[in-house]
């Protein structure tokens, strides 16, 4: 059995707000009742691969999703708000048209005038999966339970991928999830947006 650490990154069920298309940011949304029958059938998939340690957001919507893989795989979940989605200050409850009438410029760069800074995001995603990292045994999963865009930022600081040219990574759909693996001294993407459980990858391919 190889030593080396696997980390998956799982996006929440989906909510109401975002059928709308609104920002969330750091609003507190509940799953809503197909978001529920996502995060139950991924958490009955994902505890097949044996978690080792769960953390969440605190906010209730990657917190109830983690909560159906913890039932399922009896591995308690662990909350941290370095994992919270980025704070998108007067932009929070807007819809998407919404924003691209009144900030123009600033939605296509998704540049919040008064959010949080995207590098923050960055920094508190990375150290977050870090802490997750220090009590994975090795050879172990930690599964990583977040939003959309803190993941998409948080696996390219994982990868060594700077914050601007992040939408290399194509974003992760409601109750999807992506998998990293440390090979040597670096992370490697193994799954981007999966719905399936990951397909066994030989690692020896150097040859």
């Known amino acids: 059995m190889s030593d080396t650490p696997r980390v998956l ?6 909510t109401a707000w975002n059928v709308e298309n609104r920002f969330q940011g750091q609003t507190d949304i509940d799953l809503d009742p197909i978001g529920h029958a996502q995060a139950r059938r991924a958490g009955e998939l994902l505890a097949s691969m044996n978690p080792d340690v769960i953390v969440a957001s605190d906010l209730r919507r990657a ?11 009896g591995v308690r979940v662990e909350y941290d708000k370095g994992l ?15 924003l691209s009438e009144r ?8 540049d919040i005038p008064d959010g949080e800074d995207i590098a923050e995001v960055g920094d508190r995603m990375h150290a977050a999966v870090e802490r997750g990292l ?6 172990g999963l930690l599964v990583v339970v977040s939003h959309g ?7 390219a600081r994982m990868l060594g991928i700077s914050d601007e040219q992040r939408e290399v ?9 992506s998998v990293i693996q440390r090979r040597r001294d670096h ?21």
């Open 9 to 14: 990154f799982w996006r929440h069920g989906r």
């Open 63 to 73: 917190a109830d999703t983690a909560g159906y893989l913890s039932r399922a795989s």
């Open 84 to 98: 919270r989605e980025r704070f998108g200050g007067s932009w929070q409850g807007l819809t998407g048209v919404e």
């Open 103 to 110: 900030w123009p410029a600033e939605h296509a760069r998704m």
């Open 134 to 139: 220090g009590k994975t045994p090795p050879g």
């Open 149 to 155: 865009a803190a993941l998409r930022v948080g696996i």
């Open 169 to 177: 990574l194509g974003p992760i759909s409601n109750c999807c999830w």
């Open 187 to 207: 992370w490697r993407l193994m799954e981007h947006n999966a719905a399936s459980l990951p397909e066994p990858v030989v690692l020896s391919d150097d040859a």
